[in-house]
């Protein structure tokens, strides 16, 4: 990763907001226990940065999420750790993902700042791991970090099968 998917943003001390990458050299102002945080934070998100393995980038990148939204919770006010955007980016929607493996689609929309929700599906006849709709739908005006909710087909759940016989008292 060449910057951080997170940043660490405050008020400066002219009014103007002040943003850093998490592993960053953080301003004096900033107190030891936070910058502590944010280093762990900026840690985790250079091993996603590192991670050659699709599935398990995709596994981090939901732990690393769930991390920054658990830290902004904690924050003094006037803080807040916010996902990056590319500067001087044109924005065209949300992407389209439906065909997409599910791994595609998921750092597709990731790298583009968006939330993902998986539902798994067995009753589409597309092939097994392929997105089959998505919502809200490629192009929609929706910002980042909205959550976009993913259909990948999957296999159907195993039936139940009882380990013991079971008798039924009359």
């Known amino acids: 990763m060449s910057e951080s998917y997170w940043r660490f943003c405050y008020l400066g001390a002219d009014g103007e907001e002040v943003c850093h990458d998490l592993y960053a050299e953080l301003e004096p102002e900033v107190d030891d226990v936070l910058k502590g945080q944010l280093k762990e934070l900026g840690g985790l998100a250079e091993v996603v940065g590192r991670v050659t393995d699709s599935a398990l980038q995709v596994r981090l990148v939901e732990v690393l999420d769930e991390a920054a939204a658990r830290l902004n919770l904690g924050l003094p006010e006037g803080f807040v750790v916010r996902r990056a955007f590319a500067k001087n980016e044109?924005?065209?929607?949300?992407?389209?993902?439906?065909?997409?493996?599910?791994?595609?689609?998921?750092?597709?929309?990731?790298?583009?700042?968006?939330?993902?929700?998986t539902v798994w599906e067995?009753?589409?006849?597309?092939?097994?791991?392929?997105?089959?709709?998505?919502?809200?739908?490629g192009g929609s005006f929706?910002?980042?970090?909205?959550?976009?909710?993913?259909?990948?087909?999957t296999l159907p759940p195993e039936p139940d099968i009882p380990d013991e016989t079971e008798f039924l008292l009359e």
Not at 98 to 104: F, I
Not at 122 to 137: I, R
Not at 142 to 153: A, G, K, Q
């Open 90 to 117: 044109q924005f065209f929607g949300v992407p389209g993902v439906v065909g997409m493996t599910h791994v595609d689609a998921f750092n597709t929309l990731r790298a583009e700042g968006y939330g993902v929700k």
């Open 122 to 137: 067995w009753t589409s006849p597309a092939e097994e791991n392929t997105v089959t709709d998505q919502s809200p739908t």
């Open 142 to 153: 929706n910002l980042p970090p909205t959550v976009v909710n993913i259909w990948v087909r």
